[in-house]
C-alpha cells in the first residue's frame, strides 16, 4: 500500500469546516482513499472512501485532487465530537490488512 | 444491525497466563482482522482470516500467538504465555464478502479489548 502524510495536528472552531489534507503521491491507479478516525481509546470508525471522484455522505466530503496524489477530509460543521485522530490509508481494498499512520489530531476548539 | 463485537472489553492477566479474545463479525461478513494498537502507537495489521482459514498472518508474532475463525462462532485471537509487552489494545475489524460487495470491501472496528499483563 503506498504510504500517506498528514500533519500530526490540527486545530478547528467548533461550527466551522474542519479541512484535513493528506498527501499520497506514490499513490497507484487501482488504490483507494480511506479515511478513518478514532475517539480517544475507541475503536476506529469509517468515515469515507474514494478512488478518483469526489465523494460526500453523512459525515464528511472527500475531495480527491485529480492526479491523485493528494486528498482532503472537510467536516463541514465540526463539532466537540469530532476531536480525534484521523487517519487517511491509502488501500486496494479486497481484503488487505490497512496500515495506520500516524494520522493528525484533529481538535476542536470551543 | 449490531456492529463487530468484541469480549472482553476489558482483560487482566498474570505474566505467563494465556489470553483469549474474541470478536464476532457483523452480520453477513466473512472476514474478520485482528489489530494491535500498543500505548501511544498507531494501529499495527496483525491477521486475516476467512471461515476456517488464515489468509494473511504477515503482522504476528511468530511465537504465542494465534487466531482461528471456526466454522461457527466468533474469531479468537489467542495469546499464550503472556508477557508485560502483549498490553495493549486488540482490535478486530469484520467486512463483507468479496463477491457481494463490488466495491472495496470497507473494514468496521469493533469497540476493542484491552489487555493488561501484570
Known amino acids: 500500500d503506498a504510504k500517506t502524510t498528514q500533519p500530526t495536528s490540527m486545530d478547528c472552531a467548533e461550527g466551522r469546516a474542519a479541512n484535513l489534507p493528506c498527501n499520497h503521491s506514490?499513490?497507484?491507479?487501482?488504490?483507494?482513499v480511506y479515511w478513518y478516525r478514532q475517539i480517544h481509546s475507541q475503536g476506529p470508525q469509517y468515515i469515507i472512501h474514494?478512488?478518483?471522484n469526489n465523494e460526500t455522505n453523512e459525515m464528511a466530503s472527500l475531495i480527491i485532487t485529480e492526479d491523485r496524489k493528494s486528498s482532503t477530509l472537510i467536516l463541514p460543521h465540526a463539532t466537540l465530537r469530532d476531536t480525534a485522530v484521523y487517519y487517511c490509508i491509502v488501500t486496494r481494498g479486497g481484503a488487505d490488512g490497512l496500515t495506520f499512520g500516524k494520522g493528525t489530531h484533529l481538535i476542536i476548539q470551543p | 444491525n449490531a456492529g463487530v463485537m468484541q469480549n472482553p472489553r476489558h482483560l487482566v492477566r498474570r505474566r505467563g497466563q494465556e489470553a483469549r479474545l474474541r470478536c464476532s463479525p457483523m452480520k453477513g461478513h466473512s472476514h474478520v482482522y485482528w489489530y494491535r494498537q500498543l500505548p501511544e502507537e498507531g494501529l499495527k495489521f496483525m491477521v486475516y482470516?476467512?471461515?476456517?482459514?488464515?489468509?494473511?498472518e504477515s503482522g504476528m508474532p511468530k511465537e504465542r500467538f494465534s487466531a482461528e475463525f471456526p466454522k461457527e462462532g466468533p474469531s479468537i485471537l489467542r495469546i499464550q504465555q503472556v508477557v508485560r509487552g502483549d498490553s495493549a489494545a486488540y482490535f478486530c475489524a469484520s467486512s463483507p464478502p468479496l463477491r457481494t460487495s463490488g466495491r472495496p470491501d470497507t473494514q468496521y472496528f469493533g469497540p476493542g479489548t484491552r489487555l493488561t499483563v501484570l
Open positions: 482470516l476467512q471461515k476456517e482459514n488464515i489468509i494473511d
Open positions: 474514494g478512488l478518483k
Open positions: 506514490t499513490i497507484s491507479g487501482n488504490e483507494y
